[in-house]
């Protein structure tokens, strides 16, 4: 297992050190938004020919094991383990990592069957605004109509 920790830590000096000279370049991602997203997924998908393979059911199948792997990373953990994970150079990688497959599969199904995202979350959070109206929903874990 140390050999494992010490892997995931070299990857993640090497990750940090490679940001720094991102950022003292000025080529860090920080205004990379869904929109720039978005776009760089479909040029990586189109660059390999991959639009042959990416139908909605087999996007579908891939974010579902993709979300099993996040979940695998919390599965048999308590609360404060899988914190400390997460906060560890080795295990924030990986939920990172896994995080974004997740996010980058959405966009891509979004993509293919012709849905905005930034327009989806939008309008889902105004229909949000009136069924959880905060005068009734704060501070409850539970639907207000419940």
Do not use: C
């Amino acid at each position: 297992m140390a050999e494992v920790v010490e892997l995931g830590s070299e990857v993640f000096e090497k990750e940090r050190t490679k940001r720094m000279v991102e950022e003292q370049k000025g080529t860090t991602r920080a205004g990379f938004d869904l929109g720039h997203a978005s776009e760089a997924i479909s040029d990586f998908a189109s660059a390999r020919d991959w639009e042959q393979f990416h139908t909605p059911r087999n996007l579908m199948l891939a974010l579902v094991g993709e979300i099993g792997e996040l979940a695998e990373l919390m599965q048999w953990r308590t609360e404060q383990e899988f914190l400390e994970f997460w906060k560890s150079p080795e295990g924030g990688i990986r939920v990172r990592e896994e995080f974004a497959d997740i996010l980058i599969y959405l966009i891509r199904i979004a993509q293919v069957i012709g849905i905005n995202p930034a327009e989806a979350i939008s309008e889902k959070l105004e229909r949000n605004e009136s069924r959880f109206p905060i005068s009734e929903a704060y501070g409850h874990a539970y639907r207000p109509e419940q």
